[in-house]
């Protein structure tokens, strides 16, 4: 996590009654990194004092910027969110954010299984080889046991920070929209029962490698799930 800088070099407001104003001053420095995600925003008292203005426009642009997501509360501070941006799936760049997101789970989740065969608990493997198991030709259904599946591996990997990458990565691609109706898309039906068919036996295949701690058999099993799901994706599904 970023750790909070103690000046910022903000421009007295010239209207400063304006909180549109200053919430626009604080937006510019999130969008230029001038305030990194993760990172503490200055005391009211302290923008009051580079800004110009009465703390009351001070906490209405803060305020603004909280319900825009741009800015979150964390205990008694405020804080740059920390944010994957969200995943859009329109027009001509639908194919080219399926291989984003494959990108994003090829550099993360092999190594990740491959520590969880060194690491994982007897708990955990119980644990993962019995999602592997589970045989289900609903895509909803699916859905939860996958996401359930590579999270588990993700927490037996024993790396708290990798598993929370992981977990916000997944959590703000796999949730969007544009990517279900990806998936729900009527002309993609048999495509993704071919999907899901062929993950389910990954899903075991990786498995067998953690249950059995071989790590490079995991990696492999990973790598060969991941670009299989990639390319029906990119080749098959309109």
């Known amino acids: 996590m ?5 000046l910022h070099a903000f421009e007295p407001v010239e209207r400063r009654t304006v909180s549109a104003e200053i919430r626009e001053r604080l937006l510019d420095a999130v969008r230029s990194g ?3 995600p993760g990172e503490a925003v200055p005391s009211e008292r302290s923008l009051c004092e580079q800004f110009g203005v009465a703390r009351t426009s001070v906490r209405e642009a803060i305020q603004g910027l909280i319900s825009a997501g741009v800015l979150e509360r964390r205990g008694n501070r405020t804080q740059v969110a ?3 941006p969200a995943l859009r799936l329109d027009g ?5 954010m399926v291989r984003q997101l494959f990108e994003v789970r090829r550099i993360l ?3 990740m299984a491959g520590l969880a065969a060194e690491r994982a608990t007897d708990t955990e493997r119980q644990r993962i080889d019995e999602l592997a198991r589970r045989v289900t030709k609903h895509l909803d259904e699916f859905r939860v046991v996958d996401r359930e599946f590579h999270a588990s591996i993700a927490h037996a990997c024993g790396n708290d920070v990798l598993n929370e990458l992981h977990a916000k990565a997944l959590a703000a691609l796999f949730g969007s929209g544009e990517f279900s109706s990806l998936l729900y898309a009527e002309p993609n039906r048999s495509e993704v029962a071919e999907i899901i068919r062929s993950a389910t036996e990954a899903h075991r295949a990786i498995a067998q ?3 059995t701690a071989d790590p490079a058999a995991t990696i492999a099993a990973v790598q060969c799930h991941l670009n299989d799901v990639e ?3 990119i080749e098959r599904l309109v």
């Open 82 to 84: 920390e944010r994957v």
């Open 109 to 111: 989740e092999p190594q």
């Open 2 to 6: 970023a750790q909070p800088t103690t």
């Open 34 to 36: 001038q305030m990194l």
């Open 92 to 96: 001509d760049d639908r194919k080219a």
């Open 209 to 211: 490698g953690i249950v």
């Open 231 to 233: 390319k029906r994706m």
